[in-house]
């Protein structure tokens, strides 16, 4: 991992720069399988966006496949070699068609993920930025992303996300490659950071 290691910390202290110091994580997560996006060989991380509109609600979205009511907010997967707000503005661009102004850089969540029959670990990175919406029409332009639809919300909403993320069940899914259950606590943790975050900033 040291390469990823080198081209990451290279570019958090740009970013941090024009941007502001975001709040680091480490969250060891234990998993039955890795489930995607921690499956997924083609990325070494994913930009988390919370996208504000300009009467302030936060944009989430949910995908067909997702169980019933769970959205969330918007996130895309960073390529090997890609520059990390190289591929903020191609999600951003891609799952939303708005033009968007980066705000903040909130924080950046290092996850070590335990796979539990094999006690194989992986890392993944999700990186958390606020952007204010400034132009275009909200709609996905990447049918690969697969979105069914958008949701709004306000900052104080987020915690009734975190507890439907918490809440999923058990069950396998091989759209997912693991287990809803898996995947929603891993997702529950950014929200939970951006809800405190936000708060604590009176966004």
Not at 65 to 82: A, C, N, Q, V
Not at 100 to 119: H, M, P
Not at 166 to 188: C, K, N
Request: include cysteine; glycine fraction near 8%; proline fraction near 5%.
């Amino acid at each position: 991992m040291s390469d990823i290691d080198t081209f990451i910390s290279e570019q958090l202290t740009s970013i941090s720069r024009r941007f502001g110091a975001p709040q680091y994580h480490r969250v060891i997560l234990p998993v039955a399988s890795f489930f995607d996006p921690l499956g997924k060989d083609d990325r070494y991380g994913e930009v988390c966006m919370v996208i504000r509109r300009p009467d302030g609600d936060l944009i989430t979205a949910r995908k067909r496949y997702y169980p019933t009511g769970i959205y969330r907010l918007l996130t895309g997967g960073i390529r090997h070699g890609e520059p990390i707000l190289d591929a903020l503005a191609r999600e951003a661009r891609e799952e939303t068609g708005l033009e968007v102004e980066t705000r903040r850089f909130l924080a950046a969540i290092d996850y070590r993920a335990r796979e539990q029959r094999t006690q194989q670990v992986r890392r993944f990175v999700t990186f958390v930025f606020l952007l204010d919406e400034v132009d275009g029409t909200l709609g996905c332009v990447d049918p690969e992303e697969e979105l069914e639809s958008f949701g709004l919300i306000v900052v104080d909403d987020l915690p009734e996300l975190v507890r439907r993320l918490e809440a999923l069940p058990p069950d396998e899914d091989a759209r997912i490659g693991g287990r809803w259950r898996d995947w929603g606590r891993f997702r529950a943790v950014a929200h939970r950071l951006v809800y405190d975050l936000l708060r604590a900033a009176g966004s």
